[in-house]
């Protein structure tokens, strides 16, 4: 049980945060800060947080857990502006997307308080940003990786692991640079590609007419296409250098497509669907993994 939960960003994963963390029982209070205000209010009003803070600072104060759900580059002005009132047993963390920036910039923004900090990446979302979205549900059965680094203190660690657990996830750990390599493959470049996509039929003279034609392929294959714009800059930013790797990746896949198609070669690119199409069909979404 946690006194008080300090939560810097009222919005989607901030919001169902601190709704999970009610329902489960786990702090007696909320004490919420956005940049708008009016954001803020709303969270109040619909009961994500109980008292409203004019300042990160002030969310901070008496909180004994600090949630940080802001866009990972306001991660560094965020935690320097709580700094001063961060004590040796609090447990600080964040959602972000991205690791390794977010951990440099918790150093700096920290820095003699770093140990206090666990950096940590629930994998769950919706297209849809916003505080009226907060669902207590949004991370019940999903994974969330923990990225501790050798400055982690190993009581905020142990905490953040177990607190993650109490709202139904699936707990993993592993280094900042493994998991920015990993999630530029399985996340990133895909909004990558489906942001690509949808601009690539926009900009057609008929582009209109073909998106009337579309069907449910298309829905899902482009669904994310749809996410936030500001949230996902900064996480493709933040990420780009194993970004731009996959890409390269992609795009040497995509061409050996292209040349069978080219050569008129249908035996050969039956294999490449085949072999595409059977990983598809054994993946299954990992749950269940805990370290």
Same mark, same amino acid.
């Given at each position: 049980?946690?006194?008080?939960?300090?939560?810097?960003?009222?919005?989607?994963?901030?919001?169902? #945060?601190?709704?999970?963390?009610?329902?489960?029982?786990?702090?007696?209070? $909320?004490?919420?800060?956005?940049?708008?205000?009016?954001?803020?209010?709303? !969270?109040?009003?619909?009961?994500?947080?109980?008292?409203? !803070?004019? %300042?990160?600072?002030?969310? $901070?104060?008496?909180? @004994?857990?600090?949630?940080?759900? $802001?866009p990972v580059s306001a991660t560094?002005? %965020?935690?320097?502006?709580?700094?001063?009132?961060?004590?040796?047993?609090?447990?600080?963390?964040?959602?972000?997307?991205?690791?390794?920036?977010?951990?440099?910039?918790?150093?700096?923004?920290?820095? @003699?308080?770093?140990?206090?900090? $666990?950096?940590?990446?629930?994998?769950?979302?919706?297209?849809?940003?916003?505080?009226?979205? %907060?669902?207590?549900?949004?991370?019940?059965?999903?994974?969330?990786?923990?990225?501790?680094?050798?400055?982690?203190?190993?009581?905020?660690?142990?905490?953040?692991?177990?607190?993650?657990?109490?709202?139904?996830?699936?707990?993993?750990?592993?280094?900042?640079?493994?998991?920015?390599?990993? #999630?530029?493959?399985? %996340?990133?470049?895909?909004?990558?590609? !489906?942001?690509?996509?949808?601009?690539?039929?926009? !900009?057609?003279? @008929?582009?209109?007419? #073909?998106?009337?034609?579309?069907?449910?392929? #298309?829905?899902?294959?482009?669904?994310?296409?749809?996410?936030?714009?500001?949230?996902?800059?900064?996480?493709?930013?933040?990420?780009?250098?194993?970004?731009?790797?996959?890409?390269?990746?992609f795009t040497h896949s995509l061409?050996?497509?292209?040349?069978?198609?080219?050569?008129?070669?249908?035996?050969?690119?039956?294999?490449?669907?085949?072999?595409?199409?059977?990983?598809?069909?054994?993946?299954?979404?990992?749950?269940?993994?805990?370290?």
């Amino acid at each position: 049980m946690f006194e008080q939960l300090g939560l810097i960003g009222c919005g989607l994963m901030g919001g169902s #945060f601190a709704l999970a963390l009610k329902r489960a029982g786990l702090t007696r209070r $909320v004490v919420g800060y956005s940049k708008s205000p009016s954001t803020t209010a709303r !969270a109040r009003q619909m009961g994500v947080i109980d008292i409203e !803070a004019p %300042s990160a600072l002030e969310a $901070v104060a008496g909180s @004994d857990l600090v949630l940080l759900a $802001v866009p990972v580059s306001a991660t560094e002005a %965020s935690l320097a502006a709580i700094r001063h009132l961060v004590t040796p047993s609090m447990l600080i963390m964040d959602v972000g997307s991205t690791k390794c920036d977010v951990v440099e910039a918790a150093q700096r923004g920290l820095r @003699d308080h770093v140990g206090c900090f $666990v950096p940590a990446h629930p994998i769950a979302g919706k297209e849809c940003a916003g505080v009226d979205h %907060s669902d207590a549900d949004l991370y019940t059965g999903k994974q969330v990786i923990l990225t501790p680094t050798g400055a982690t203190h190993p009581p905020q660690l142990q905490q953040a692991h177990d607190l993650w657990n109490a709202l139904g996830c699936h707990v993993r750990t592993m280094s900042p640079e493994r998991h920015d390599a990993a #999630f530029a493959a399985v %996340s990133h470049l895909p909004h990558l590609l !489906a942001f690509a996509m949808m601009n690539g039929i926009t !900009a057609q003279p @008929d582009g209109d007419d #073909f998106l009337a034609l579309a069907g449910p392929g #298309f829905r899902d294959f482009t669904r994310i296409a749809a996410s936030d714009p500001t949230i996902w800059r900064d996480i493709l930013m933040a990420n780009r250098a194993e970004l731009l790797a996959q890409s390269q990746r992609f795009t040497h896949s995509l061409q050996v497509l292209e040349r069978v198609i080219s050569a008129g070669n249908s035996e050969a690119l039956e294999d490449l669907i085949k072999q595409a199409s059977t990983t598809r069909a054994g993946w299954t979404m990992a749950t269940k993994h805990t370290s």
